[in-house]
C-alpha cells in the first residue's frame, strides 16, 4: 500500500512554466493507492484547503482519500469547533468524514522544547489520540491473523537474533 500525506493547498496548486514545480507531488498523487489530505482548521487554511480540494481530485487516481484537518480550536473557528469544521467541509467540499485533529499548543511545545516525539513528550495529547484515531482507522492495515494456537509467527515481527 502507498500512502501519501501533502498539503493540499501547496501541492496542486498550478505552475505556469515548465518545468512544473510540482511534478513529483503530481506524480505521486497519481501513483498513489491512498492519499491523506491535511488542512489547517481556521477560516484561513479550510478556505485554502476547499480551493484544492477540487484540484486534488483531478490530480489523483484513486477513491481512497482521508481528510484530516489539523489544529481544530475554538478560538480560531467559533464555538463547537469541530461541528463548525464538519459542516463547513460538508457544505463547501462535499467531504463527510473528515479526522479532526485538535489543538495542542502546549504539547506541541513540550515536543519541540525536548527534541522528543508528542508520543514521548506529552502521551495523552488530545493532537496524539486524534492522530492515532486516523492511523488506526485508515492507514493500518487490518492485523494478520495467526492460524492455530498462540501467536505464531507475525510478519511484522523480526526474530530475535540467535546468540
Same mark, same amino acid.
Given at each position: 500500500?502507498?500512502?501519501?500525506?501533502?498539503?493540499?493547498?501547496?501541492?496542486?496548486?498550478?505552475?505556469?512554466?515548465?518545468?512544473?514545480?510540482?511534478?513529483?507531488?503530481?506524480?505521486?498523487?497519481?501513483?498513489?493507492?491512498?492519499?491523506?489530505?491535511? &488542512?489547517?482548521?481556521?477560516? *484561513?487554511?479550510?478556505? /485554502?484547503? =476547499? !480551493?484544492?480540494? $477540487?484540484?486534488?481530485?483531478? @490530480?489523483?487516481?484513486?477513491?481512497?482519500?482521508?481528510?484530516?484537518?489539523?489544529?481544530?480550536?475554538?478560538?480560531?473557528?467559533?464555538?463547537?469547533?469541530?461541528?463548525?469544521?464538519?459542516?463547513?467541509?460538508?457544505?463547501?467540499?462535499?467531504?463527510?468524514?473528515?479526522?479532526?485533529?485538535?489543538?495542542?499548543?502546549? &504539547?506541541?511545545?513540550?515536543? *519541540?522544547?525536548?527534541? /522528543?516525539? =508528542? !508520543?514521548?513528550? $506529552?502521551?495523552?495529547?488530545? @493532537?496524539?489520540?486524534?492522530?492515532?484515531?486516523?492511523?488506526?482507522?485508515?492507514?493500518?492495515?487490518?492485523?494478520?491473523?495467526?492460524?492455530?494456537?498462540?501467536?505464531?509467527?507475525?510478519?511484522?515481527?523480526?526474530?530475535?537474533?540467535?546468540?
Amino acid at each position: 500500500m502507498t500512502t501519501r500525506c501533502v498539503p493540499t493547498h501547496s501541492a496542486c496548486s498550478i505552475d505556469l512554466f515548465a518545468p512544473r514545480r510540482n511534478a513529483a507531488t503530481l506524480t505521486a498523487l497519481r501513483s498513489a493507492d491512498h492519499v491523506v489530505a491535511c &488542512g489547517l482548521a481556521d477560516p *484561513v487554511g479550510l478556505a /485554502r484547503f =476547499l !480551493r484544492s480540494w $477540487a484540484e486534488l481530485g483531478e @490530480a489523483v487516481s484513486t477513491d481512497r482519500v482521508s481528510v484530516v484537518m489539523n489544529r481544530v480550536r475554538p478560538s480560531a473557528v467559533g464555538i463547537d469547533a469541530n461541528r463548525q469544521v464538519v459542516a463547513a467541509l460538508r457544505r463547501f467540499g462535499g467531504i463527510h468524514a473528515p479526522f479532526l485533529v485538535p489543538h495542542d499548543q502546549s &504539547g506541541a511545545d513540550a515536543a *519541540v522544547l525536548t527534541g /522528543r516525539t =508528542l !508520543r514521548d513528550a $506529552a502521551p495523552k495529547s488530545p @493532537a496524539r489520540t486524534g492522530i492515532l484515531r486516523l492511523v488506526h482507522r485508515e492507514l493500518l492495515p487490518e492485523p494478520v491473523r495467526a492460524r492455530g494456537r498462540g501467536l505464531g509467527r507475525m510478519p511484522w515481527r523480526r526474530r530475535a537474533p540467535a546468540l
